[in-house]
Structures are given as C-alpha cells and as structure tokens.
C-alpha cells in the first residue's frame, strides 16, 4: 500500500496495490499490521459503517466529543469529495481542512484520525461509502460543525444546494462547537 501525508500530516490517503486484469480487479482493502505499519498507529477498529447517498447529499461535518472516532473511509460505487477538519483546540493546524476525492476509480482511502471532524458530498449519481471506526458511535456525544463555515472555508465541488439532513442543517460554527 502506498501511504500519503496530507497537508494536514496526519490526515493519510492511502492507495491500495491494486491487481487487476481484463476479468476485473482484487486488492486486500483492509490488514490491520499493514495499516499499523505504514501508518506509525497502533488504532484498532471497532465498528463497520456504509452509507448509500445520492447526488449532493451531504453528510456532516460529525465528531464525538467524547469516544473520538478514528475513520478509515473509503467508496466502493460512485464519487465523493472527502474532507477532515482538526478540531484539537491545541494542534497548530486547528480549523484547518483537507479535502480529497475518493472514488470506485481511484480507490483511494483517507484515514481521519480522532480529533477531526469529518464530512463528505457525493458527485456522482449516488455513491456506496464505507468506514471503519476506532470507537462505538455515541449519539449522545455526537456534534456537528456547519458545512459552510466561512473561517474554516472548506472549497467544496460546485452544488447548487447540497442536500442535507435536519441534523445536519444545525451544524454550529466552529467558533461557537464543542472542540476536542
């Protein structure tokens, strides 16, 4: 697997070694000592999560407060835009945002590790995602930064209105969010 620090360098793609042929594709999405290895963590994941959203549906952007989940994510139909934003009130990229595509193309993974928030937009017609956790959802510690937050910027792909959940329409800016 090939690893890829971000500009936020704990934010990680990852890309799969891919072996494929006219017949289709194999490649080993997930090994726990291969992923501790090329990514210098010791995580554990405890939970399976799979989405299935439509065109500009937008989910986030999710943190817990308390149990921080670490996120390994990936799509496996369709395209999404990916992005993390670092919530830990005293790391030097605080409010900062990555953002990347991730595709059934490309394969790609992102590893978001605890203390970011998390979101993504899907651009294709509909997208299958999936991710692994390092802790339990926790509802009752679950928060929700606004989308569209002018400080923190996020450049989003073009959407006339993206789609969003009732919860995630009371999304608070991060200036007024409960912050790790």
């Given at each position: 697997m090939k690893v890829t620090p971000t500009a936020i360098p704990d934010v990680l793609i990852i890309e799969p070694k891919v072996f494929g042929d006219a017949r289709g594709f194999f490649y080993e999405s997930f090994n726990q000592k291969a992923f501790n290895e090329a990514t210098g963590t010791n995580h554990q994941f405890v939970q399976d999560n799979h989405s299935r959203s439509a065109k500009g549906v937008l989910r986030g952007l999710h943190y817990q407060i308390q149990q921080p989940q670490g996120k390994l994510v990936r799509v496996v139909r369709g395209a999404v835009f990916d992005v993390a934003v670092d919530i830990r009130k005293n790391s030097?990229?605080?409010?900062?945002?990555?953002?990347?595509?991730?595709?059934?193309?490309?394969?790609?993974?992102?590893?978001?590790?605890?203390?970011?928030?998390?979101?993504?937009?899907?651009?294709?017609?509909?997208?299958?995602?999936?991710?692994?956790?390092?802790?339990?959802?926790?509802?009752?510690?679950?928060?929700?930064?606004?989308?569209?937050?002018?400080?923190?910027?996020?450049?989003?792909?073009?959407?006339?209105?993206?789609?969003?959940?009732?919860?995630?329409?009371?999304?608070?800016?991060?200036?007024?969010?409960?912050?790790?």
């Open positions: 030097p990229t605080f409010g900062k945002w990555v953002g990347v595509e991730l595709s059934e193309e490309n394969q790609r993974q992102m590893w978001v590790p605890p203390g970011f928030a998390h979101g993504f937009v899907v651009t294709s017609e509909s997208a299958d995602f999936l991710y692994k956790t390092t802790d339990y959802y926790a509802p009752e510690y679950e928060r929700c930064i606004a989308w569209d937050d002018p400080v923190i910027g996020i450049n989003w792909p073009s959407i006339v209105q993206p789609s969003l959940s009732s919860k995630d329409q009371l999304g608070r800016w991060l200036s007024d969010a409960d912050t790790l």
